[in-house]
């Protein structure tokens, strides 16, 4: 490539990346306000939801690990945050915010990356779903409270999802059902009405609007906070590094499968801490990988993090240019975004294969949903968690480990396959111990994993069956499994006269110092 050639491709790339850039900030506008909203509650939300999409954006593409991902204010994160909000006040949620990106930036040090992207998939459909859930609950105030703007928004978002693909369906609903409200402000008289169970429903009447837009650069806002408070702070913190963590990484993944690269999990975490570090210590909304925004940034040509942190620029510039216009955005127009967001974020393909998945991974998916609905969505996705390692350990001990044996000059021998862990170690005990034979081997040539709780049963084992008057043999090395057994002292506890090798060599033994017995009846 000469010169000019080089020059021409800069070019082409540049205006790429830039294009791809502002066509997803355009996505990413009304998402941003409506997430910040539905965060506070109130129309104050909406710029810190847009500080969020804007810092976390570029700053997370800057340092992250993901090309082409876009980041900001999602579903997981705005549920978290609007808890936080509601319990500790929206100052100590942007500290909750900071710390929580510090809590990320120590996971990707800690090559935590490596296993947060390993959730098993009901629990990740269950606190989706719950989410979903979440969100389309915390708008009803608006459905009662402005019927009208907000069923043409959601009719609004559809009909552009049908038929429109130039403009994204949120935006097209944005300005169209502004559009709207303005219309209809000047020609139709408020209607209220009474239903049952909702009493007062307002059909239409004078529309609430986010309100002025502060202009300028975000301005540091870190409110100051002593020890005992950020003590109390770290659950919620933690709430927000590993759900903001889970949520990135499994859209890390979605574009790996779209690009067929490989993202760098550590790195990535480390770029969404940054980026919430400073969307607390500016008051902002945190962030995490937003699924969609990234897809169509890599729809649109956006193959470098340039494309993210233009989407960013472009969200600012926007605030500072366009600030007045936003302002007469109608809250129950947000709303109606939000309500279609919760329902197209709704994994309804988890619903449809609930008949034909395993009934425990079911079991999971629902729980998870439930507990993230009802309680919190830490706990749904700490019990989902738990549920599915207790399923699968119990999966492992059924289907993952084998014991068999034979008989042979006498001698019963249990032959070991697979995973020696806790979960296999009832199993064991139980058909070993009610075994009467005076002399038993068991051979662990074809054992692939032990843990501590394994190796101590053998050690019991021994004990148990010496106490009885039967002897317990050990057959095998254990040179593929990292020489843990020898570590642990477990063949030197057995001792020369009870580890051997080799089969032959333990019955050549016997044989030799006439140890063998009869085979019992």
């Known amino acids: 490539m000469d010169r000019k050639e080089g020059v021409l491709w800069m070019f082409q790339t540049l205006k790429r990346e830039l294009l791809a850039g502002i066509t997803v900030s355009v996505v990413a506008l009304p998402l941003a306000l409506a997430f910040g909203m539905q965060a506070t509650g109130n129309s104050d939300g909406a710029i810190i939801g847009l500080y969020g999409a804007i810092i976390t954006g570029f700053f997370a593409a800057l340092f992250g690990g993901t090309k082409s991902q876009v980041t900001g204010p999602t579903g997981p994160i705005t549920i978290i945050f609007t808890g936080i909000v509601a319990t500790q006040g929206l100052e100590y949620a942007f500290i909750a915010a900071f710390m929580g990106g510090l809590f990320q930036i120590v996971f990707g040090l800690l090559k935590a990356g490596n296993y947060l992207k390993f959730i098993p998939l009901p629990v990740v459909s269950g606190f989706m779903n719950g989410i979903a859930i979440i969100i389309i609950i915390g708008q009803l105030q608006y459905v009662t409270g402005s019927f009208l703007v907000v069923i043409l928004t959601i009719l609004f978002m559809l009909v552009a999802m049908r038929w429109i693909k130039a403009i994204p369906p949120s935006l097209m609903a944005l300005i169209l059902g502004t559009v709207a409200v303005v219309l209809l402000e000047k020609v139709l008289p408020a209607i209220h009405f009474t ?8 059909f239409f009447d004078s529309v609430e609007r986010i309100g002025e837009i502060p202009k300028g650069l975000p301005q540091f806002h870190f409110p100051a906070a002593d020890l005992s408070t ?5 659950p919620a913190a933690l709430s ?13 993944v979605v574009m790996d499968n779209m690009t067929g690269t490989k993202h760098k999990s550590n790195k990535e975490l480390i770029g969404q801490g940054i980026g919430n570090t400073l969307a607390g210590m500016f008051g902002a909304m945190p962030g995490a990988g937003a699924t969609v925004r990234s897809v169509v940034n890599l729809r649109s040509g956006g193959q470098t993090a340039m494309s993210a942190m233009v989407h960013s620029v472009t969200l600012l510039l926007f605030m500072l240019v366009f600030g007045q216009l936003a302002a007469e955005i109608p809250l129950a127009v947000l709303a109606g ?14 619903l449809k294969i609930l008949k034909d998945e395993p009934k425990t991974d079911a079991a999971i998916m629902l729980v998870t949903m439930i507990l993230t609905v009802a309680i919190d969505l830490m706990v749904a996705v700490g019990v989902g968690i738990v549920m599915s390692a207790l399923i699968f350990m119990k999966r492992m001990s059924e289907e993952g480990f084998k014991i068999n044996h034979i008989s042979e ?7 070991l396959e697979g995973p ?3 979960g296999a170690t009832e199993l064991i005990a139980k058909t070993i111990s009610s075994d009467n034979s005076p002399d038993i081997a068991i051979a662990i040539e074809k054992v692939t994993i032990v843990d501590a709780s394994g190796a101590l049963l053998l050690l019991q084992l021994k004990d148990q069956l010496k106490e009885r008057g039967q002897s ?19 063949f030197h506890e057995f001792g020369t006269t009870g580890h051997f090798e080799t089969l032959e ?15 019992p009846e």
């Open 195 to 202: 239903l049952p169970f909702l009493h007062d429903v307002i």
């Open 230 to 234: 950020m003590i109390q702070l770290i």
């Open 240 to 252: 927000i590094a590993i759900l903001g963590s889970i949520d990135s990484l499994l859209t890390s």
């Open 337 to 350: 975004i939000l309500i279609m967001t919760g329902i197209t974020m709704f994994d309804y393909d988890s």
């Open 409 to 415: 000059s006498g001698l019963k021998i249990y032959n």
């Open 420 to 422: 020696l862990y806790f």
């Open 472 to 490: 317990l043999y050990l057959v095998g090395n254990d040179l593929d499994l990292g020489g843990i057994l020898r570590k642990m002292n477990v």
């Open 505 to 519: 060599e333990l019955i050549t033994y016997l044989k030799f110092h006439q140890k063998l017995g009869t085979e």
